[in-house]
């Protein structure tokens, strides 16, 4: 049996949190909006009411729309982090309600990241 790199384990970390994450309400993708106080300050119900308006539009029924607390990057608010089954999640920062709705469009319906809007791939993980 070969030995598993760190970057291996790292792989398969992200995989299996994806899918927790995902596996209790059987949907395909979730989209989190970070609604701590600097959140909200900085336009994140807006945010959240376009991604809802979104996903009801498209009659999707495979995607849920949740909220979360503060990030930890509140000069980069409104955020949120979008979570594709078998993908690495990725966090959204800056946003408003139109580039909620391209989000949607182009990553959750699409399958294509929006590169200009993403702050990073993957999870946060501690030292050691």
Do not use: W
Not at 12 to 17: A, D, F, N, Q, S
Not at 76 to 94: F, G, N, Q, S, W
Not at 107 to 115: A, L, N, S, Y
């Amino acid at each position: 049996m070969p030995k598993l790199t760190i970057e291996d384990l790292r792989k398969i970390k992200e995989r299996e949190l994806a899918r927790m994450s995902l596996r209790a309400g059987e949907h395909r993708a979730k989209i989190v909006v970070h609604m701590g106080t600097c959140g909200i300050a900085a336009g994140a119900r807006k945010v959240l009411e376009a991604f809802l308006e979104a996903v009801t539009q498209a009659g999707v029924t495979d995607v849920v729309v949740t909220q979360s607390g503060c990030a930890g990057l509140c000069n980069r608010e409104p955020m949120a982090t979008v979570e594709i089954l078998d993908k690495a999640p990725v966090k959204y920062v800056d946003l408003n309600p139109e580039k909620a709705k391209r989000i949607f469009e182009e990553h959750i319906q699409g399958g294509k990241i929006v590169e200009e809007f993403a702050l990073g791939r993957g999870s946060e993980t501690t030292a050691g």
